[in-house]
């Protein structure tokens, strides 16, 4: 898939959060809302930790490779995790003992992990292969509800602001709203990710020149990532690839706004 | 995940901010064994600065639970100002009807 982004951590407690962090990135760049990135990043932190504890029966005993992108099908549009391991395999069906109880006596915690996948998660599916497991859920992309326009820090004083879809009419504006909001609250060093843009419209490419100009004027800088297909061709036909500096990711964009090559 | 416990003349207050989860949750599991090692058995833990809970988190609280019901002194673990994710990650588990929630600090303590 074309918009696909990849992890690998450790399988280790400590390095789960970061995994959770990334997922959690991707699922709001894909345009879920909060609480649905909040559920795909609890079901990814379930999953890794049952990976450490029953897939590999200990910390520290091979990795976790995480992929997240976004596929259509007949429903919609629907994000999804896959998890891929080394470990021995385990049936989830057994650690999936569901534990509700009214008692505390009669609680049974282990298997809540499971529990939680299955309910936050629309659909997950378990493959075992010789020497490797595999896990893919799936969270429906609900487009009424997602926001078209979204910033967060990236960074150290790095702010990102992402956009979904046509940037035109109204989308433009929420755009142009963001980016004021965040140079008016002082912060100058600015990300714009475009790689969930299918389109920009002329009002669009001005809030971003009119943006880069506040920015530069106070003592940031603006760069663009994210640019592709469509999107580049028309930022080159007005020559805006020699005005912004571009590049493929967010985390390179904030690694040159953080340490400029003036060379 | 910071904790901190204040004594006070009913219960003590288990205070946890930041992330519950399976790298952290060992640390609230010892800290609340610490406890009702040294006989104490009516906790309140104070959630208000609780960001995330995974399960790992639930398991520490469900097992001193548990044991507090079961003595030799009973005892209860009260709960107190669970954020919204909290919350619903508690509500997820069917541990909602399990423990008793308070929505303050204040009402926690004086329950006991």
Redesign the interface.
Known sequence: MPNEQNLVIPG???S??QACQFVGDAAESAGLDSQSV?HVQ?AV??AC?NI??HAYEGEGKGDICITCGTDDVREGTRFYVRLEDQGQPFDPDVVATP???????E?K?GG??M??MR??MDQIEFSFRPGSNELVMFKRIEEETAPRVWHRPLEQSVFLVGARGRLDHTTVLDMETALNQLLSAGHVQLVVDLSQASYINSGGLRALVSAWRAARKQGGDLHLCGVHGRLREIIEMVGFERVFQIHSTPSEAANALIVPSDA | MEITIREFKHADVVTVSGRVDSSTAPKLDQTLKGLMDDKHYNIVLDLSGVEYMSSAGLRAMVSCLRRVKKGPRTGDLRLANPSKRVAEVLELAGLDEVFTVFDDLVGAVGSF
Do not use: N, R
């Open positions: 280790q407690y400590d789960i959060q909040f609890l932190d379930e930790a450490v504890e534990s509700l109880a009214t008692d505390a006596d609680l915690i809540l992990g529990l939680f309910k936050v």
